[in-house]
């Protein structure tokens, strides 16, 4: 199955843009790239996700690399609110199992 | 709000007790999971049902059974747990499409259990 890799941790100041990088280089054709965070004492919220062209809705942006084998999950303007662990996940044609790894813990600061 | 509430939230249960976990999704969804969520693991997919029908068991213990009554209700029947057991229970649903490859999955908060 492709795996990702994401740093275990960033910190970012409050209302800076926030790159979340994310590697997926056996990622196949047919994958998708999904970002999900989940916020203390919550579960997972799914954030935005694409194929191969980058990606905005009101939450983020994600940017996919021309080779598909990396990812970055764009914040804008992080707040307080945006703290959280951020995962990148694969997800394949027919698969049930989303494997959401370690994934990075964020840190904003006022 | 997800739109899928789990209760309870905490749940404090001996060895030898029986208990349930339940799901709810107001989204009109057709396919529910349950997800495991141990201190310092990755989420772990337990359970699928699509369709109240289990497509997906990943090698779940016994004494974890699940059951789906209809598409908006999910539970997780808990005998005889042990306390590596203890973890963060997780509810989701997605709307299934023709592929997976795109479906979202909306969360609920989780059920915090603890064996005794």
């Known amino acids: 199955d492709a795996k990702t890799t994401q740093p275990n941790s960033m910190e970012s100041n409050e209302e800076e843009p926030v790159h979340l990088p994310c590697n997926h280089s056996?990622?196949?054709?047919?994958?998708?790239i999904h970002w999900y965070r989940q916020l203390p004492s919550q579960g997972p919220e799914y954030v935005i996700h694409?194929?191969?062209s980058n990606v905005n809705n009101r939450m983020a942006s994600l940017a996919i690399a021309e080779d598909r084998k990396s990812s970055t999950l764009i914040l804008h303007r992080a707040t307080l609110r945006d703290a959280a662990v951020y995962y990148c996940?694969?997800?394949?044609?027919?698969?049930?199992?989303?494997?959401f790894g370690a994934g990075t813990r964020l840190t904003v600061k006022p | 709000e997800t739109g899928v509430t789990q209760t309870p939230r905490h749940l404090v249960m001996g060895m030898t007790n029986k208990k349930s976990l339940k799901c709810e999704q107001h989204?009109?969804?057709?396919?529910m999971y349950w997800y495991k969520q141990s201190a310092k693991k990755p989420l772990e997919l337990m359970f699928v049902?699509?369709?109240?029908?289990?497509?997906e068991n990943n090698s779940v213990p016994s004494r974890f059974s699940p059951e789906c009554p209809n598409s908006s209700h999910l539970f997780l029947h808990l005998h005889t747990l042990q306390p590596e057991d203890s973890a963060l229970y997780l509810c989701?649903?997605?709307?299934?499409?023709?592929?997976?490859?795109?479906?979202?999955?909306?969360f609920g908060a989780g059920t915090r259990l603890s064996v005794l």
């Open positions: 049902y699509n369709f109240k029908e289990q497509t």
């Open positions: 989701a649903s997605s709307q299934e499409k023709d592929s997976k490859a795109k479906n979202i999955q909306y």
């Open positions: 694409g194929l191969t």
């Open positions: 056996t990622i196949s054709g047919t994958d998708y």
């Open positions: 989204l009109g969804h057709n396919a």
């Open positions: 996940i694969l997800r394949g044609y027919n698969n049930n199992d989303m494997r």
